[in-house]
């Protein structure tokens, strides 16, 4: 299997833990109205409604989460001034990324209105291709001011070359997942709030074991995610900017970014808890070997953990204890659409969805960035990680790398792969990176 298919598989089983949305089982069988014929044209049917088409990534759920919210549209939940639009979805196919997808809507003449982008999508590439427009010509006329209720880093991952490409509707701060069952087999007390780097090292180790004794250690205390840059967080506490997509400053080449990276290239040289040497495989630092016997990794925070990893902290702490914020879901408006037809329907339909995400991007609802609330928020999480996310979202910053699979999939070639295998040097290994982002923000 090759690393753009494993990265693949696993951002298909985030997406689907990632999407989710009210409304009853019940609600869902019912359907909207048949849509008109005329779908995607933005002309007015003979009712006097207009139809649109909000596109989708698939889920294996039984009820869509985006049908929820155009039923909820269309029975006036959502507050908006377009009542006579209503909506039909067209589902993305999950092997079917949405550059794909609007590329062949294009070329079929059919419109597609709004886009729903899940995690893996690669929001800067599909406006350099022309897939989706911006939403400036239309955000700079607008009195309502609408991306204020978006909490300010949110709105910074949707942010390309200071243009606003869509609008954030879900968002999720890294943190450290731990197999329980490895620590309770270990002896080994799991992680708290108060982790330092020292701590996770030394847990690491106590975790890294051989356990068939063939002299060869195959049950390490660490893995990478490889759809989380693990470094990453070791950059951003060194208040180190790898590249920001709004500015085009790129801060790899920063010197904090040499103490960094040697400190997270120190956890396979040196200390032995992550898989290390000139024969490593993906499948090793990625844990597929044994899933099970993982000790810790990296992770966005996922509002339904799969069960032998539904213990989290936040990340270990220095002294900045930022954390990478992700971006998990956004709407855009494919470049072909009636643009201001779009907009119209754009603005109350993100607000309300992103009032509903596990953890959104609106602060105008919960305000879990500005103000958590933690009556709503005990609501959906279980206490066990209900402070984890409260924690993590104080101290979360805006990160284009763990958002963009392009971003997160070169990356992790330049430098993740070539350190753990020892086949380029930190300092190599950083100019690498810096000039494939700038061929990547400039190009």
Request: glycine share 6%.
């Amino acid at each position: 299997m090759t690393r753009r298919s494993l990265l693949s598989s696993v951002l298909v089983g985030a997406n689907a833990l990632l999407l989710s949305c009210g409304g009853d089982d019940e609600e869902a069988q019912s359907s909207p109205a048949a849509p008109d014929s005329r779908v995607g044209t933005g002309t007015e049917s003979t009712n006097d409604s207009r139809q649109l088409t909000l596109a989708a990534l698939d889920t294996p759920f039984a009820v869509h989460p985006a049908q929820n919210a155009i039923q909820e549209w269309s029975k006036g939940s959502i507050d908006s001034n377009s009542d006579e639009i209503q909506f039909e979805l067209a589902k993305i196919p999950l092997q079917v990324g949405a550059r794909e997808f609007l590329a062949a809507r294009e070329a079929g003449g059919v419109t597609v209105d709004l886009i729903w982008l899940p995690i893996r999508e690669d929001i800067p590439a599909l406006f350099k291709t022309g897939l989706i427009g911006t939403l400036d010509r239309w955000l700079q006329f607008d009195q309502s001011r609408p991306m204020e209720a978006f909490a300010g880093e949110a709105r910074r991952l949707v942010r390309f070359r200071s243009q606003t490409l869509a609008m954030p509707i879900a968002v999720a701060p890294g943190v450290l997942a731990h197999n329980a069952n490895r620590f309770r087999i270990a002896n080994q007390a799991g992680p708290t709030h108060e982790w330092t780097w020292e701590d996770f090292i030394e847990t690491g180790k106590r975790l890294t074991d051989d356990r068939n004794g063939d002299g060869t250690i195959d049950r390490w205390g660490f893995a990478a995610a490889g759809f989380f840059p693990d470094w990453l967080p070791f950059l951003l506490q060194e208040d180190v900017t790898i590249a920001d997509l709004e500015t085009g400053e790129i801060g790899i080449e920063d010197p904090a970014s040499l103490r960094a990276l040697s400190a997270w290239d120190e956890l396979g040289r040196e200390h032995g808890i992550l898989p290390y040497g000139p024969d490593v495989t993906v499948a090793q630092l990625f844990g597929w070997n044994d899933l099970n016997h993982r000790g810790m990794y990296f992770t966005p925070f996922l509002q339904r953990m799969p069960d032998q990893w539904q213990m989290v902290t936040p990340l270990p702490k220095k002294d900045r204890n930022t954390t990478p914020l992700v971006l998990v879901e956004a709407l855009a408006i494919p470049a072909p659409a009636d643009g201001e037809l779009a907009y119209e329907v754009l603005v109350p339909l993100a607000h309300w969805l992103g009032e509903r995400r596990a953890l959104p991007a609106v602060t105008a609802g919960w305000q879990y960035l500005q103000k958590p609330d933690r009556e709503h928020f005990d609501l959906i999480f279980p206490e066990s990680v209900r402070a984890t996310g409260l924690q993590a979202l104080t101290e979360a910053r805006a990160s284009h790398v763990a958002s963009s699979l392009a971003l997160t999939q070169a990356l992790f070639n330049i430098i993740t792969w070539r350190l753990a295998r020892d086949e380029v040097g930190i300092e190599q290994a950083i100019e690498q990176a810096a000039n494939w982002l700038q061929n990547y923000l400039i190009e």
